[in-house]
């Protein structure tokens, strides 16, 4: 028997039994589905964790003072040193390294903000200009500190706050007050919504020495560095860390963490997440190739007086064993293509429900899915078709 | 279960020429229906020798045992033996699909056997559509598509009454006339009377074995 009449032959089989085709077909097809669908929100969601994280700089390193990695640590802290603090002169050697492009010192307090009769506790950010840039944040209106304002009693406002304090007039040019010291309103945010569980349309931004001045402090919550290139973020680690152990007496009392490890490490978690997943849909497809065994041995049965009847004309095991493997290849195939065509849409719809995830099923996830599918669904017909094979044609004959 | 060994046939020593016209006959469980099956290759005796065609063929090996029932030999059975999900046409290409004929050779030869038998205007029925005569006239069309040389018949009429079954008898008698070996197990005393060699089967043992020039 040829190999395109023996799978034409079973496909005019796997049709004439309809209902129970279908259910194959759909158990298959919801198995593969699930898995892209599944493995298209796990995509969608690493995808977007990660946009969220690189949008909020680019090259982007934070210093922080204490040393969060472990030589060293545990002696020190035996030894009652404390890590001394960053300060604005740390910030500005660091701003001289070659493989820096800017930097911005940052220290975080909060504060009362009055303004036009109204009065509102708000998260203060003290810095310099070049915070804007590096953290990818945008002035809707005016500037803040630019050329040479550097020490002036500047404020610029976060969008949903310059539209709560001025809803009818124009923000820039207004006096207000945070705490006990009047600013003047010199720019406003654009609006950017909540990143990484921060939101930019809440807050003020003055100062460094304002804010250093208002929190009575001398020392810095952050340095945020933006390096050169992308290639320029290690060797600016390396310079970073030398430039301050120098500068606090051979003490490795900093932190140096860089967005591109901690992307790296969103990175792997939400892969091996979107893995997990995978493998936790892909056992829906072991269930289908249970039913695909059930329904195959079932079928051996019912047509053994047909076996039989085909092995008397000249069929032989082969031939019958790769009839009823045929039949599987094409519940098999049939399931995982719709399953493949259900999972597209699944996928499409939850990307026109939440428009913010870009849920596309990954190429690797689709072609395993279909791969195991058709994989499962010919082994589990193996047993099946080689029970049909070995029949005795006598007996077979003799049945129903 | 006796300790006693109980054989379907014992003893056999049979030669059938080519082009003959052998009817075999005995009581339920003589062992007409494995003799036919051992002939037609889809039984095996425990002991002895089976030349088909002057050839040893209790030797071979599966598949060319299931080469030469495919090319030598044809099976109708009392039961028909029809696919039920196929149609007519269908039912009689399978042998030419188990032999890799080609589909316009295929289309060619069924359409040739629907004619013979007089079947054309029922070849898209499937069997549950068609009358018992019908159905076996299928079930023999089948069985001659690949042109064998022997024709095997398991009570072929068994499951018809006496008009069609003798009408059926014809058939295959006209398959003999071609020059087929026409080889039909029956219980009918006057069926199995028509053919020119009359075995008669008892305890799997053969007890008669009459040449009639009937014709
Ligand atoms: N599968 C089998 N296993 C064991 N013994 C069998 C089997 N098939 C048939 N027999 C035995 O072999 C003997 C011959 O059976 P066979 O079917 O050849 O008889 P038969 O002459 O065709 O009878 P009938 O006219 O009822 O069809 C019987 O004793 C039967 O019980
Ligand atoms: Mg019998």
Known sequence: MTLTDTLHTSFKTVMSYRIRSLLIVLAMALGVGAVVVLTALGDGARNYIINQFSSIGTNLLVVLPGRAETSGSFLGAVLGQTPRDLTLKDAQLLGRLPQVRRYAPLNVGAAELSAANRLREVTVLGSTADLIPIRHMQLAQGNFLAQGGEHNAQIALGAKIAQEFFPRSQAIGQRVRLGDSRFLVSGVLSSQGETMGFNTDEIVIIPIDYAQAMFNTTSLFRILIEAKSHSDIEPAKQAILASLRQSHDGEDDTTVITQDAILETFDRILQTLTLAVAGIAAISLIVAGILVMNVMLVAVTQRTAEIGLLKAIGATSGDIRRLFLAEALWLSLVGAVLGFLLGQLGSLLVRIAYPQLPAWAPVWASIAAIAVALFTGMLASMLPASKAARLDAVVALSKK | ?215
Do not use: C
């Open chain 2, 1 to 215: 279960m006796g300790d006693q060994a109980v054989y379907a046939l014992n003893n056999i020593n049979l030669q059938i020429t080519s082009g003959e016209y052998v009817s075999i006959m005995g009581p339920s469980g003589s062992g007409k229906s494995t003799l036919l099956n051992i002939i037609g290759l889809l039984d095996k005796p425990d002991s002895g020798r089976y030349e088909l065609d002057e050839k040893l063929v209790t030797d071979l090996s599966e598949t060319e045992q299931a080469q030469i029932r495919r090319e030598k030999i044809g099976f109708v059975f009392q039961s028909f033996h029809l696919v039920p999900r196929l149609t007519a046409a269908e039912n009689i290409e399978l042998p030419l699909l188990l032999g890799g004929v080609s589909p316009e050779q295929r289309q060619r030869r069924v359409n040739d056997a629907l004619n013979a038998f007089e079947l054309k205007q029922r070849a898209n029925h499937r069997p549950a559509e068609l009358s018992g005569g019908q159905r076996q006239r299928v079930a023999i069309a089948r069985a001659t598509v690949m042109q064998p040389s022997v024709i095997l018949a398991d009570e072929p009429t068994g499951n018809l009454d006496h008009q069609i079954g003798a009408e059926v008898m014809l058939l295959l008698e006209n398959l003999h006339h071609q020059g087929t070996t026409l080889i039909v197990v029956t219980h009918d005393r006057e069926l199995g009377g028509r053919a020119h060699r009359q075995i008669g089967m008892r305890d799997g043992k053969i007890l008669t074995d009459q040449f009639h020039d009937t014709h």
